[in-house]
């Protein structure tokens, strides 16, 4: 269990952590979720004593992990790609951090088996490849069969095969009962991993929900067009429906379904030319809810967010 | 692929295992082992040189009234340790780069995770390079007495292995060359740079001792504050007739323990209140 208790990192006058509290529950994978920048590295470094909180507080297991005494049990972290020397071949940087805690060669070997870079004896880490330095990576968080396992991004780089095996590895560990907290700036990842997701934008937590709750959160939309839109709205808006006018034609309904605003337009006798019921995805509800904390907007508007939303 | 690892683990952190931990690394460089080689070959071979140059010199001329003799055993035994500087800068480097890698490749998030307790992973560091810098120039002494002995006999000049002199090359040369290492590892931990490291370094030993060297002509008590730089204090220490020092030996060995203290408890506090 990992538990944030108003936490806050600043650097100089920028503040990258503002005041975030948030638990991890063990038997569960939760989504750390945020557009780059959001403060989602920063975080995780300060749950693992990397980096020290300007305020607040963050325990692992409900002790402080600069303390801990069996940290590679405690915890496993993926934080960095490639946080190797680079004239190191994988076996020997796993072995040295392995001696540290007293864990056996064979442990080493099972690690590099189950990542796949037991081949790869005699090569050095700075020659590997993004891919590759995320297998070790997830090889080094795995050594000691931690409580807690914290990824950073854990796919970026990886192939297909990588990630869906990166995504059955968290299933797996949160199934035993771990605590698994994995951060990703993709929505779509998160939608097939997690179960709970926390959503964090310019270093302020905007969402804390089971997956399932998020993507309800939002009321379902409707797009109704019609010529004649008047006595729609009228009866609309007497039952307490929120409309909003898109122009003189167009009408955005949010909460009742679509069968339900045509019956509403049958007995006002108007014809409707457009009834559709907008998509709403988890890459919408995220999209929405982050759409003012991002920290580098692009200049070009993506059109699934114009057509989907706006 | 599977998922899942079956060797159940105790994992308890320990400074030995945290030693054990650092040798792998350290060993398992060929940076490391490179390092070791130059400072022991050039050590070896300026003793050579010098050895060699001051023989023929002396064989072609009388020694002349008034000059000391630089064949007698006492300046023969210092002659073996005319490398030491080189083998302090270098050594020195060796602790600089010990530190500052974890810094410049990154792996200071996997050394601190696997052992949070960041003093913990300094003393192991601070360990390691003393025993190794230690063990390096007592081998690289011991090396060079016994190439230049039959150099030595060569050009009639004696040395003595068990002579105070030779010994003080052996032992104080040994203590000048770890407190040139523990200075660079704690450069290593203040600037985490390996160049800014390393410039510092080489500032400390050759450049300081140059200018100050220079301001002596303008102020006596120069004089005294040149006498406490890093490079005199191992010179004195180790070969005392070339490079007499107005300190007593106390004072001496009270200068090399601030200079090797001081920088390390400054690396310390930095390593442990700073983020990596």
Same mark, same amino acid.
Not at chain 2, 105 to 131: D, E, H, N, W
């Given at each position: ?30 989504? $750390? ?14 749950? @693992? ?105 854990? @796919? ?6 990588? @990630? ?16 698994? $907290? ?33 993507? !309800? ?66 890459? !919408? ?26 | ?14 400074? *030995? ?20 080689? =130059? ?10 040189? *010098? ?65 949070? #307790? ?8 601070? =360990? ?8 390096? #120039? ?19 000049? &004696? ?36 160049? *800014? ?53 106390? #004072? #001496?060995?009270?200068? =090399? ?14 390593? &442990?209140?700073?983020?990596?």
């Amino acid at each position: 269990m990992i538990q944030a208790q108003q936490l806050t990192k600043r650097y100089g006058a920028k503040t990258v952590v503002d005041n975030v509290s948030f638990t991890v529950q063990p038997g569960m994978v939760t989504g $750390f979720l945020g557009p780059n920048g959001a403060g989602k590295s920063t975080t995780m470094r300060m749950i @693992v004593g990397l980096a020290k909180p300007t305020a607040g507080q963050v325990a692992v297991n409900g002790n402080n992990f600069r303390s801990s005494k069996h940290p590679l049990t405690e915890v496993g972290a993926l934080l960095e790609a490639k946080s190797v020397h680079k004239s190191l071949t994988a076996r020997t940087h796993l072995r040295a951090m392995a001696a540290t805690g007293g864990i056996s060669r064979s442990r080493v070997d099972e690690a590099l088996e189950l990542t796949g870079l037991s081949q790869l004896n005699r090569k050095k880490v700075g020659g590997f490849s993004l891919g590759m330095g995320q297998r070790l990576g997830i090889a080094s968080a795995l050594l000691g069969d931690p409580q807690v396992l914290i990824l950073d991004e854990p @796919v970026n780089g990886l192939d297909p095969e990588g @990630v869906a095996w990166v995504r059955n590895l968290a299933r797996q560990q949160a199934a035993e009962g771990k605590t698994v $907290f994995i951060s990703s700036h993709l929505m779509s990842e998160m939608a097939q991993t997690a179960d709970h997701l926390i959503v964090i934008g310019r270093g302020r937590i905007l969402a804390d929900a089971p997956i399932s709750e998020f993507i !309800d959160d939002g009321l379902r939309q409707t797009i109704v067009r019609s010529s004649n839109l008047d006595p729609l709205m009228t009866v609309l808006a007497a039952e307490g429906v929120q409309l909003t006018r898109l122009d003189s034609t167009t009408l955005r309904v949010a909460g009742p379904d679509s069968e339900s605003i045509g019956r509403r337009a049958l007995e006002s006798g108007i014809v409707l030319s457009e009834l559709r019921p907008l998509q709403r995805t988890l890459e !919408d509800a995220y999209m929405e809810l982050t759409r003012d904390e991002v920290e580098y907007k692009s200049q070009v508007q993506h059109d699934a967010v114009a057509g989907g939303t706006h | 692929m599977s998922t899942h690892l079956a060797t159940p683990t105790t994992g308890k952190v320990t400074f *030995g295992g945290v030693l054990r931990s650092e040798s792998i690394r350290f060993f398992s460089l060929n940076s490391t082992r490179v390092l070791i080689l =130059v400072a022991v070959v050039l050590n070896m071979g300026i003793a050579v040189l *010098g050895v060699w140059g001051v023989g023929s010199l002396a064989s072609e001329a009388p020694p002349m009234p008034g000059v000391p003799d630089m064949t007698s055993p006492e300046f023969t035994a210092e002659l073996l340790g005319s490398g030491l500087a080189f083998s302090q800068l270098i050594l020195g480097v060796l602790g600089v780069l010990l530190m500052s890698g974890e810094f410049t490749t990154g792996s200071a998030v996997s050394t601190f995770l696997a052992s949070p #307790q960041r003093l913990r992973v300094l003393g192991a560091k601070a =360990v390691l390079i003393t025993i190794l810098s230690a063990l390096a #120039q007592l081998i690289s002494s011991v090396l060079t007495y016994l190439v230049c002995l039959p150099l030595a006999k060569n050009y009639n000049m &004696k040395l003595d292995f068990f002579g105070s002199h030779f010994q003080n090359v052996l032992w104080y040369g040994a203590l000048a060359v770890v407190m040139a290492a523990l200075i660079g590892l704690a450069l290593g931990a203040i600037l985490r740079n390996s160049a *800014g490291g390393i410039t510092s370094l080489v500032a400390l030993f050759f450049v300081l001792p140059l200018v100050t060297g220079l301001l002596t002509m303008l102020a006596d008590w120069v004089q005294n504050v040149v006498q406490f730089l890093p490079n005199q204090l191992g010179m004195s220490l180790a070969l005392p007739l070339s490079s007499p020092s107005d300190l007593e030996l106390w #004072q #001496q060995l009270v200068g =090399v323990a601030g200079w090797t203290l001081i920088p390390l408890i400054l690396g310390a506090w930095l390593l &442990k209140a700073r983020d990596i």
